[in-house]
């Protein structure tokens, strides 16, 4: 069974440039989720979908940041304008069904952004 | 709302002993609980979560971890270290009574030493 996808896996731009990040989870999971991972600290939720629809987007900076998921399927995490802070590896997981509380995610290998 | 502590940023440990991370939880409801391993330049693996039942929950690669209610904790342990072991490692936690979201701690260093 192939894993979750991302790319690109790594992305050097300047502040007030914009970047988009994609996110194919494995076939056949409901559930997708976006995760912001700062050095030296555990991954923080962005955003989650559940098929194409927002379950959870309260941590998501939304002056800047936006996520997609037309079809259900891949998705993509874009950052307009970036700041030095969003310097950070997203990270893209995904799990089988309805986003039940005991569902085990499955993480890709992430993105990491340079902001400079 | 919920939350997670690793109270150890770095753990040494020799080669062939037990190892213990540690992690501790606040929850307001029923507590899941997950641990994850990350090696350097990839994304989290599962390895083991506690959901209900037996306390003492077994994963891969030979870990475990043992749920203690009373203690608000979920220590991960492995009998014997090794060097491949040496990662970071994430707890996490969902709690019943708050919806969807997934709280990780900060991570725990871990190196095994030969």
């Known amino acids: 069974e192939a894993g979750v996808a991302q790319s690109p896996r790594y992305k050097i731009i300047e502040k007030r440039q914009s970047v988009a990040f994609w996110c194919n989870p494995i076939?056949?999971?409901?559930?997708l989720y976006w995760y912001q991972q700062i050095l030296g600290q555990g991954p923080k939720l962005l955003i989650q979908?559940?098929?194409?629809?927002?379950?959870?987007d309260s941590q998501l900076p939304k002056d800047r940041f936006s996520a997609e998921r037309l079809k259900g399927v891949d998705s993509t995490l874009k950052i307009q304008p970036a700041k030095l802070e969003d310097s950070a590896v997203y990270l893209c997981?995904?799990?089988?069904?309805?986003?039940?509380?005991?569902?085990?995610?499955?993480f890709g290998p992430g993105t990491r952004l340079l902001v400079l | 709302a919920q939350s997670v502590a690793q109270p150890e940023d770095q753990v040494n440990v020799a080669e062939g002993n037990p190892l213990t991370v540690k992690c501790t939880y606040s929850?307001?409801?029923?507590?899941?609980l997950f641990w994850y391993v990350q090696y350097p330049n990839r994304g989290l693996q599962f390895l083991l979560k506690?959901?209900?039942?037996?306390?003492l929950v077994k994963g891969s690669y030979g870990f475990e971890a043992e749920f203690n209610k009373s203690q608000t904790s979920f220590h991960l342990k492995k009998p014997s270290a090794l060097v491949s072991d040496s990662a970071l490692y994430f707890c996490?936690?969902?709690?019943?009574?708050?919806?969807?979201?997934?709280?990780f701690g900060p991570g725990t260093r871990l190196s095994v030493l030969p």
């Open positions: 506690y959901i209900t039942g037996d306390n």
């Open positions: 076939s056949g999971h409901a559930t």
């Open positions: 997981a995904s799990s089988p069904g309805g986003a039940g509380r005991q569902e085990t995610q499955y």
């Open positions: 929850v307001s409801g029923n507590p899941y």
């Open positions: 996490a936690v969902r709690d019943d009574n708050y919806g969807q979201n997934f709280v």
């Open positions: 979908f559940q098929n194409n629809g927002v379950v959870d």
